[in-house]
């Protein structure tokens, strides 16, 4: 799904694909094929390479300039160093719909992605076409210091000339009034000149909860959500939830680390 949707929408912005594959074995043993020394990890490396090729030269990827690299250290780590290295507009991961221990090793390194880099993630469970993406969901709090931010994600937004849905979600540990919910996103959008858009006010026992019902019952076809290492009410964006609603919920999720940005009186957001 992830290999899919990288290469529409490498397609459809001419830009090019770099398929990453990371070997996360010890270095240190060795053992003997064919008369030569290897080490597991250059044996990794090659059929690894053997792999990425055959994907590269597939029918269904023609027309897409594809570059593959095989790296070597902690998958997560790796993968944010060698992006931001080649500096890449955006990485796409699969959001693995697993259980038990799978979810908990694989979910890790979607969330650790999310958290490390400042690039922007998409992760997704199916294949996701840019043409189909016409509805497209920007999930928050709302407070102030989410305006400071919104244009770097609303460049992003506005390329797929999508209708705009401003979410807000209030559970029962967070709770306000509708009045000031709506007061709350309409100022928020007041103070970026936003105008065509839609907002919503749902009621649920989580956000993840609200999110998914939202997204799934109204056919969004793409979330955005900012993602940054606060605590206190701003958690509730961070890498990991960002993460859980493409893994256990299926929406395909666009994640960017919130800028620190400074107000007119010096005061960086966010803290």
């Known amino acids: 799904a992830a290999l899919e ?38 044996m990794a490396r090659e059929f690894a390479m053997d792999q990425l090729q055959e994907i590269r030269q597939q029918p269904k990827f023609e027309g897409v300039e594809i570059q593959v690299m095989v790296g070597n250290g902690r998958i997560f780590s ?6 931001e290295k080649q500096t890449v507009d955006l990485i796409v991961m699969g959001a693995h719909g697993l259980t038990g221990l799978e979810q908990l090793v694989l979910g890790t390194n979607a969330r650790r992605v999310i958290h490390l880099t400042s690039l922007p993630v998409l992760t997704v469970k199916q294949p996701l076409q840019v ?8 999930a928050s709090s709302f407070e102030q210091v989410y305006a ?10 506005e390329t797929f000339n999508a209708q705009i849905n401003l979410v807000k979600v209030v559970t029962p ?17 007041a103070s970026l000149n936003l105008t065509d858009f839609k907002s919503h006010i749902i009621n649920a026992n989580s956000v993840e909860e609200g999110l998914s019902w939202f997204c799934h019952h109204y056919h969004m076809d793409l979330l955005f959500m900012p993602t940054h290492g606060r605590t206190g009410i701003a958690r509730l964006w961070s890498g990991s939830h960002t993460a859980k609603m493409g893994q256990e919920y299926g929406v ?11 107000k007119p009186d010096g005061v960086i957001f966010p803290e």
Request: glycine share 2%.
């Open 131 to 138: 043409k189909q993406i016409k509805k497209v969901v920007f």
């Open 173 to 189: 540990g967070s709770f306000e009034t509708t009045a000031y919910s709506k007061r709350t996103i309409d100022d928020f959008a």
């Open 148 to 157: 400071y931010s919104f244009p770097s994600i609303y460049q992003y937004i």
């Open 78 to 83: 790796t993968i944010v160093e060698e992006a």
């Open 5 to 42: 949707t990288a290469a529409d929408f490498a397609r459809a912005f001419d830009a090019t694909l770099i398929l990453l594959h990371v070997i996360d074995i010890p270095s240190y043993q060795t053992v003997f094929f064919e008369g030569e020394v290897q080490t597991p990890d250059k």
């Open 252 to 262: 395909p999720v666009f994640s960017l680390k919130m800028l620190k940005m400074e």
